[in-house]
């Protein structure tokens, strides 16, 4: 019994760490786009973190099946190809706090994936899906927070079809984890494969080799942080805490995302907390609590 709740309460803070910094990942991202494309972000800082991760844990990964690497190939293009093209896509179409709603909604859809197409045998009752509703009541009060909702078909089902996306490479995450590999090890076998799936996007959308962005400080440093930290270190630390916690229980994290943004926006970009904003930021703390307990 103590060694279930050591270990959830590791599961919960690696949890929490990952989404805090995945939560800021937007500053970063909004000043490179001032020099680069979205595609040249992505390939570039994932690029990076595979190379990191496989200094750290080099060589093959043990006890691999085609079965397996089918897996791992399928994650890639999931999880780190697929996912981030759809909602880079999607911003483009449609409102960016219409993506984050909707994408917020992504423990919704890992839990009926995992149940319906990954039968993990995860039940879940009413304070679960009430949980989520609260939740995402609380995240439209500060996503929609002094502006209006803007229905976009085309890049509003892109969105869903990102969190669809993400749901299968959060299941997978959890099948992966139990076949003896380190963490850092499936990380970085997933973000080959999603490098290679990401290839013949690159022209498409308009990848360039201009070394000179990178002399700029600033590019270079938010390269560094997205590519060291937010992808090589915190996709790692995802898969740990997917391991401790289980899939949909990790994933109910994601609805700190907007929370997070609201507190970094407060003392970073000096903009004011405001009521609705404040009260969606309760809604939403509340939602993930009462999910958190629902398991049965």
Known sequence: ??????????????????????????????????????????????????????AASPGRLPGMTPGRHAAVAFAGLTGICLYYLLENIALGHTMASNVAVILTATPLFTALVGRFVFRSGERFGARFYLGFLVAMTGICLISFNGSRLSLNPA??????????????YACLTSVMGKWGCSSIQITRATFGWGLLFMLPFLAGFGFSWDTARFLKPVNLGNLLFLGLVASALCFTTWNMAVRALGTVRASLYIYLVPVITVAVSVVVLDEPLTLLSAVGTALTMAGLFLSQSSRR
């Open 1 to 54: 019994m103590a060694m279930d709740a050591s270990r959830a309460a590791y599961g919960h803070a690696v949890a929490l760490f990952t989404i805090a910094v995945w939560g800021v990942t937007f500053v970063c991202t909004k000043v490179l786009l001032a020099d680069f494309h979205a595609v040249e972000i992505l390939f570039l800082r994932f690029a990076m973190a595979f190379c990191v991760l496989y």
């Open 155 to 168: 890049g509003d089902l892109l969105a869903v079809t990102a969190g669809f996306v993400w749901a299968f």
